[in-house]
């Protein structure tokens, strides 16, 4: 049995004759002599390995002091002193001290320390306890047993005493040694050696109490009487048994070489008579191997004694207050072995008297945090009655006065202020300067000090506190995703434990402010038990917030009202289109012309009445008319558009044949950069001709990009695409987020970086060789969204396509041509589309010359003063140019003699299939020349980091369109 735990309560009643204490007012009628209690916050020189802090820490103390014919001397002034907010009992020197004035003569004193929540409750109303046989009798509530237990963490454990004095005229101090009113069950398992390598896991373990159980307070109840009661405890668990028997049949007492397993509060277990002869039973539930056994552990007395083990359910062990019994099973294949130690909590008292004298510590334990690079120190204060001085320094059993066995943690010169032999009192300060970063396990440093003949000993802990945190390795795309960071936190001091860490502050401005988490976090875990290696945990960024400066400069721009896009709302003469620009809200008209069939106010009969090749042009119904306008429209139509309610057309046609026009409106709620086609039917809904309405930033005053072709000669190409719509683009962002370690304070700051990026490379239209109208432009692996009547909500899905057979000869030539005027928005899959004619887009084209001027026709895709170009003009984008694609736009540079001009990769369209190919990739662009009766010619295309020139592909290809002014 070990005695080795000290659990001291210091008692010392004096007799002040004729003195009044100024603390004190002296209750009525009492007499003669002062009781004084001077109690510390923890049990005194309590530090036997065996006690948990819980089973040390002194919360409350109720105090009842009765006289000779056991009538209560102090009532009403029984509870020592009341809870601070902290809830500890103590004060400005962390003592509990009381006085009570009493009459001289013999004192039975009984101290109740931590009572549990009923018996507390009982207790603060001392008339019940008037005579102390009442108080005698006192039994702990059993219904209460399982919160006072719960409540040790923060209440400490019921501890009592009773000490008999005589109060007399000169000091007299006597010792109580406190006793717990509960025992302790350690429950500890090792494998023996015919389960080497077995796999053990303990899954419960349930204390089944087979004997009476009755606790007083003084140990005065009768425990032989009264019928007992019989329950259960039971705890769930996933402890795997680690511990080996060394050798088969070895026998061990000692816990390290067991696996800890759990341990039970419980009340005193006494045998009842001839009926009650069952030992208490700690009953396993073991997987070996993933088998689970239920195996019973008996308390018993086989068990007990050196060298001895047994398991036997009839030998019973009663069971006591104020001892711990430590059961260490052995499992084997088919049964268990038990041995048994019963340890002691209480402590020898000090040594000698102490009449009259006291010696106070302001700290028994002080632990020394070592954290993030701070310095660390602090003091005690050290009083006392008599003269103070120093003992030794002790250190994992081994002791010194000039401090050489410390620790390389704690040397000696980081302790100043030793209590020299001159003073009473003193304050020395220890401290650690500097980071120590030795992350060993540290033991306790314990200094001793004398004052007379009482000793004291103040333990120093290290500990050293670790606290990393990593940001996600590389910053999250704009889109949003989940990364993982990582957090490492734990201590290192006389063992090695996580430590609790909280992450509840952002900052989104650098760190000038911080706040909750923001919405932008969509997850993150905010606090973690801590750990000893990096552990990881989720943090996700939803997609960042996208700018758009194009739209912003449309929705910004002042609205207009019948604005006519032929004229430029009358600013020049008439020049008409296919394509029409939009740079702000409101209503606009365009006339029913064909084409470009006036230009300068002038019929442009050259754009559909050429010389060669094709003569005249058609519309829908048949040649184009001498005035080049479009008669018998009826109605207007919106035939799709690419970006919701961007377009709208009701009650679109005023004026008559021949100054009919058409009107439609771009809603200020609306407009963005987008495309539409738009038509006018005859009665029998029949197209008779359609525009593409292009609404961009862009304006046709807008400087054209020069750039020189092989021959040196300039071009002016349009900025952009025919049809181009900027992608959004969404800028960087970062969030910052401090973490504090809750032990040390420590505190660290992640930053999660959000990556700039935009949604896609931009888009334009897609134009099949000869045709006038676009289709719409793609996304990278789908198309872009578009909307017509039948989809209102907007769809991604194909658009219409069908195949206009040819024989290669006029007449089948003409039906494919008025095909695609009659069905703008469906796309044609014969591969050589007419197969006949070279001048749908230059009128004058019949044979190929470098350098010859185009002659825009009717069926020119491209607005005013633009044309679509010859192939000479793309003749620069070679060799002699340099060139490269840039990866975050996906956009082919060209450069040549200090110009430069972008071609983004925006993919192509299928010539027998609606599929958009290669997007962010390369891509084709049409010239205005054909390269043979079934195909049109590219002025540029790249693909693979290859540029190719003047390449013959199939007409109904679908590619985009650069145009050049004239």
């Known amino acids: 049995m070990q005695t080795k735990n000290i659990l001291l309560i210091t008692l010392y009643l004096m007799i002040l004759s004729g003195c009044v204490w100024e603390s004190y007012a002296p209750e009525e009628g009492k007499g003669d002599a002062n009781i004084g209690m001077e109690l510390s916050t923890y049990a005194v020189n309590s530090g036997d390995a065996n006690a948990l802090e819980h089973e040390l820490i002194i919360k409350k103390a109720y105090v009842f002091i009765y006289n000779a014919a056991g009538v209560l001397e102090n009532a009403g002034k029984t509870k020592v002193s009341t809870l601070t907010s902290t809830g500890e009992v103590i004060d400005a020197a962390k003592k509990l001290n009381a006085t009570w004035r009493v009459i001289g003569g013999n004192k039975d004193i009984y101290v109740v320390v931590n009572p549990g929540r009923i018996m507390s409750e009982r207790l603060e109303h001392p008339a ?61 398992v090792r494998k023996a050696k015919d389960l080497e390598g077995a796999t053990v896991i303990v899954k419960s373990v349930k204390l089944k109490k087979g004997q009476t159980h009755m606790t007083d307070l003084f140990d005065f109840a009768d425990h032989l009487t009264g019928a007992g009661r019989h329950f259960e405890e039971t705890k769930s668990m996933t402890d795997t048994v680690t511990a080996q028997q060394a050798t088969a049949g070895s026998w061990s007492g000692t816990a390290s070489d067991y696996t800890a397993i759990t341990r039970f509060y419980t009340f005193e277990y006494h045998k009842n008579g001839p009926t009650d002869t069952l030992s208490a039973c700690l009953e396993m539930t073991v997987s070996v191997n993933g088998v689970d056994k239920v195996i019973p552990v008996y308390i018993c007395t ?23 019994y430590r059961v260490m099973a052995t499992l084997t294949k088919g049964t268990v072995d038990v041995a048994l130690n019963i340890l002691d909590w209480n402590d020898q008292p000090i040594n000698g008297d102490i009449p009259g004298h006291y010696f106070n510590a302001s700290r028994n334990k002080i632990d020394l945090m070592i954290a993030d690079g701070a310095s660390y120190s602090t003091t005690f204060d050290l009083r006392a009655s008599d003269t103070i001085s120093f003992i030794e320094y002790e250190y994992e059993g081994t002791t010194s006065i000039d401090g050489s066995n410390l620790p390389a943690w704690l040397p000696a010169a980081n302790i100043t202020g030793m209590p020299s032999t001159t003073g009473t009192s003193k304050t020395a300060t220890i401290g650690v300067t500097g980071v120590y970063d030795d992350l060993a396990i540290k033991k306790p440093v314990y200094i001793w000090f004398r004052a007379g003949n009482i000793k004291k000993r103040i333990q120093i802990n290290c500990t050293n506190y670790v606290f990393e945190v990593a ?5 999250y795309v704009y889109s949003g995703e989940t990364k993982q960071y990582q957090v490492t936190s734990y201590k290192v001091g006389d063992a090695q434990a996580p430590v609790e860490w ?16 923001p919405s932008c976090i969509t997850a993150f875990t905010e606090s973690g038990a801590g750990s000893t290696t990096a552990t990881p945990y989720n943090a996700a960024l939803a997609k960042s917030i996208g700018t758009n400066v194009h739209n912003t400069t449309l929705q910004t721009a002042t609205s207009v009202s019948n604005y006519d896009l032929s004229t430029n709302e009358g600013t020049t003469q008439q020049n008409t289109a296919n394509c029409y620009i939009v740079n702000a809200p409101g209503t606009y008209s365009l006339p029913l012309v064909y084409g470009n069939a006036i230009s300068a106010d002038t019929v442009n009969t050259s754009a559909f009445k050429p010389e060669v090749g094709l003569n005249p042009f058609f519309g829908a119904k048949g040649v184009i008319p001498d005035d080049g306008k479009i008669a018998d429209a009826t109605n207007a139509v919106l035939v799709w558009q690419d970006a919701k309610e961007l377009v709208s057309v009701t009650a679109a046609l005023s004026g008559t044949y021949p100054n009919q026009k058409l009107t439609f409106t771009v809603p200020a709620a609306n407009i963005c950069q987008g495309n539409a086609v738009v038509a006018v039917r005859n009665a029998s809904n029949e197209v008779l001709w359609s525009w593409h309405i292009w609404v961009t930033d862009y304006k046709l005053t807008d400087p054209a990009k020069s750039f020189e072709n092989a021959a040196n000669v300039t071009y002016s190409f349009m900025p952009v695409n025919l049809g181009w719509c900027d992608p959004t683009t969404y800028p960087a962002r970062s969030i910052k987020v401090r973490f504090t370690q809750e032990e040390s304070g420590t505190q660290k700051i992640m930053t999660l970086n959000q990556l700039a990026g935009q949604e896609n490379i931009g888009n334009s239209p897609y134009y099949q060789w000869g045709r006038k109208d676009p289709f719409v432009g793609a996304l990278a692996g789908v198309n872009k969204t578009w909307y017509n009547a039948a989809n209102p909500s907007g769809t991604t899905a194909d658009q ?78 070679s060799a002699a140019a340099s060139s490269s694609c840039d990866p975050t736009t996906q956009s082919w540079t060209f450069s040549k003699n200090g110009n430069t001009i972008y071609f983004p990769a925006v993919g192509t369209r299928g010539y027998a299939f609606f599929v958009a190919t290669n997007v962010c990739v390369g891509s084709n662009y049409w010239s205005a020349v054909a390269g043979s009766l079934g195909s049109g010619c590219t002025g540029v295309a790249f693909y693979g980091g290859v540029v190719y020139l003047s390449d013959g592909n199939l007409r109904s290809w679908g590619f985009p369109v650069r145009p050049v002014r004239y």
């Not at 086989?302 to 711990?324: E, H, L, R, S, Y």
């Not at 909280?502 to 988490?517: L, P, Q, R, Y």
């Open 128 to 188: 019940i306890f008037s005579d102390k046989t009442t108080l005698e009798n006192v039994v702990i509530n059993e219904e209460a047993f399982a919160e006072d237990v719960s409540a040790f963490a923060d209440s400490g454990m019921v501890m009592t005493t009773k000490i008999s004095a005589f109060a007399v005229s000169s000091d007299t101090t006597v010792q109580a040694v406190v006793k717990r009113r509960h025992g302790r069950i350690d429950l500890s």
């Open 471 to 475: 940001a996600p390795a590389s910053g």
């Open 800 to 877: 219409a396509v069908a195949s206009w057979p040819v024989d290669n000869s006029a007449t089948t030539a003409q039906a494919v041509i008025q095909n695609g005027i009659l069905n703008p928005g469906t796309y044609c899959t014969n591969s050589s589309m007419d197969g006949f004619y070279y001048n749908l887009w230059d009128a004058d084209y019949s044979v190929y010359i470098a350098g010859d001027p185009v002659v825009k026709s009717v069926y020119d895709p491209s607005p005013a003063g633009y044309h679509v170009p010859n192939p000479d003009a793309f003749t620069g984008f």
């Open 502 to 517: 909280t992450a509840v502050e952002f900052s989104t401005d650098g760190g000038t402010t911080w706040s909750a988490k």
């Open 302 to 324: 086989t068990a007990q004694g050196a060298n001895q083990t047994g398991n036997d359910a009839n030998k019973p062990v009663w069971v006591k207050a104020n001892t711990i």
